[in-house]
């Protein structure tokens, strides 16, 4: 009788040993590093240009100053040509990146006057940092006085309801404003 699992099939025959050898090692001797002309003429060109670079004398760093913007009065380091470049463009005096940007829109308003610009905009700064920055509660109510009374010069241009003809029935209309009262008690309390 046959033993379960089949082991006396694998345990007839016989199972063979085999060897397996490392492969012979290479010297490094025998292999050449091969090197095709183009390379070793870009080569030759590259260790070329690196010693006429080296004898180029390169221009020295200019160091960094601190400049102080006239209008808003930021404060940072900046090289001289730039600093020069800066007072050439706006009449000698020395302005920031984003003071130069509010100058730029005030002469296109009005009509590329680069002294006007810069004046409007330095008197702008001026009111600014005398008054906003000392007391941010009135300077913001300021704005709002400002806001206010742009609206009421568009609603003023607005057609009035009893103007029109052509109203539709039933709609709510508006008899009168209370914003002209609201103007004199503000500008009362000034």
């Given amino acids: 009788m046959a033993p379960p699992h089949g082991e006396a099939v694998l345990s007839s025959f016989p199972i063979p040993t085999r060897n397996f050898s490392k492969p012979p090692r290479l010297s490094n001797d ?24 080296s004898q180029l004398a390169l221009p020295p760093i200019s160091e960094a100053q601190d400049a102080k913007c006239e ?9 001289p040509e730039y600093i020069k470049r800066v007072r050439d463009k ?13 100058v730029k829109e005030e002469m296109e308003k009005n009509g590329g006057m680069c002294k006007e610009a810069l004046e409007t905009h ?3 700064c001026h009111r600014f940092n005398k008054l906003g920055r000392a007391y941010p509660v009135l300077c913001q109510a300021q704005a709002m006085r400002e806001i206010l009374k742009k609206s009421t010069r568009i609603r003023a241009k607005s057609m009035s309801p009893r103007d029109n003809v052509n109203l539709k ?17 503000l500008t009362l309390n000034n």
């Fill in 122 to 124: 330095m008197s702008h």
């Fill in 90 to 102: 706006f009449l000698g005096k020395w302005i920031c990146g984003l003071c130069s940007e509010a």
């Fill in 169 to 185: 029935k039933g709609g709510i209309t508006r008899s009168s404003s209370c914003m002209p009262s609201m103007m004199n008690d």
């Fill in 71 to 79: 209008c808003c009065g930021m404060s940072e380091e900046y090289t």
């Fill in 30 to 53: 025998n292999l050449k590093r091969t090197v095709s002309d183009i390379a070793f003429e870009l080569s030759k060109e590259i260790d070329r240009e690196i010693e006429e670079s």
